[in-house]
């Protein structure tokens, strides 16, 4: 029995569509390959797959350009010059933006005024409190967030300093060398006994006229 007609139709699930194109695109980049080699011809195939991944074969001795300008003698058509005035269409249109942006922040500036009617000031002034709104917005967002991060840094420093005046105070209860003292003549004493002799004494005296640490002590 010969073989039935095979309806060619897309494959609907995306996983057998992929593989199945995976596995033809590799044929028949065998078969031009095969085709450029035993016939001596100069082919260029290019692929481009619903997932917009780009697959090229050219023969080793030709260059995709070759083969463009190839065929355009053979045919007699010019494709660059469309592709040109595309891009000259395009570069037109951004100088057109180029122009129009230069000339918004000249006018924003103060500057280039004289063409502009009473509704067009109007709209240069609204434009101008707007994008003034959006910046202190943008500014007090981000004094925000230094304030936030330099609060965060102080509870920090108060929680060390808590946990040190602790472990100072457990220390000079079970230690009778560590002391704290809150005075100035307290503190001169404790250095006149270790002068003495007592070499084994360390006296530590919280500074009570630095502002950080009054705060730290209030608080």
């Known amino acids: 029995m010969g073989r039935g007609k095979i309806e060619i139709r ?3 699930n995306s996983t057998n569509r992929q593989v199945t194109y995976s596995k033809r695109r590799n044929g028949i980049f065998k078969k031009a390959h095969e085709l450029s080699v035993l016939c001596d011809a100069k082919v260029s195939l290019i692929m481009l797959s619903d997932t917009k991944k780009f697959h090229e074969y050219t023969s080793p001795s030709i260059t995709t350009k070759k083969v463009m300008d190839d065929y355009q003698s053979a045919v007699g058509v010019d494709l660059w010059s469309t592709h040109y005035e595309k891009m000259q269409e395009s570069l037109r249109r951004l100088k057109e933006t180029n122009n129009k942006l230069r000339r918004d922040i000249r006018q924003r500036m103060g500057e280039d ?3 502009l009617n009473w509704d067009n000031m109007c709209r240069l002034q609204e434009k101008i409190v707007d994008s003034l709104a959006i910046i202190r917005h943008r500014k007090y967002h981000v004094i925000k967030n ?3 991060t330099y ?35 307290d ?15 360390y006296a530590l005296r919280l500074q009570s006229s630095h502002p950080n640490l009054q705060d730290l002590r209030l608080a």
């Open 10 to 12: 897309k494959i609907e």
């Open 113 to 115: 005024l004289n063409d």
């Open 146 to 148: 230094q304030t936030d």
């Open 151 to 185: 609060k965060k840094k102080v509870r920090n420093l108060k929680e060390r300093h808590g946990n040190l005046l602790y472990d100072l105070e457990a220390r000079s209860c079970e230690d009778p060398k560590y002391g704290i003292v809150d005075n100035a003549r």
């Open 187 to 201: 503190y001169n004493s404790a250095l006149a006994l270790a002068d003495g002799g007592l070499s084994n004494l």
